[in-house]
Every structure is written in C-alpha cells, then in structure tokens.
C-alpha cells in the first residue's frame, strides 16, 4: 500500500535542514516533481543564492523518506505557493 504525500519532515535522528519560510515561498515555483522526486531548478539560484545550497539539502532528504517509506508525491498539489511550504518542518 502507498501513500500520497506533499512534503515530508525528519525521518529517525536524522537532523534536516531548516529554511526561512519567506525561502520557501521564493523557490516553490522552481521546484518540480519527476519520477517521484522534488527537483529544485537551477533558475532558483537567482532567488536565494545563499539559502540555495541549504534547498537542495532538504529536498534530497525529502526524496529519501519519500523512498523509504514508499510513498507517492502528488503532482496536482504542485499550486503555486502551496507546494513545499512545509520542507523542515
């Protein structure tokens, strides 16, 4: 049985990563969804250069306790601002 998800949060002891939510509102409209994974595009460097590197983190952890718990990602939730505004959290 799979689940659908929109964003995930910390999985075990694992400590993730923490953006601004003014961060994440910048760079929903530059993340995608492929072959069940976040993506964040390159054009989201021109938004938030110094928080850019901290996205790709919480997007990779994200895609990995979307893998391991065998869930799937909506792709209709994909609205603008509404997207991954609860990465970290």
Known sequence: MTS??????????????????????????Y???KNNHYVLGENAKRVVS????VAKQVIAQTNVTVENSGSVI??????RGRHLIGWGC
């Open 31 to 33: 993340v995608t969804v």
């Open 50 to 53: 110094e928080e850019y590197n």
């Open 74 to 79: 909506n792709k209709d939730i994909n609205l």
């Open 4 to 29: 659908t998800v929109q964003a995930s949060t910390t999985e075990g002891s694992q400590t993730q990563p923490k953006l601004s939510l003014s961060a994440k509102k910048k760079l929903d409209p």
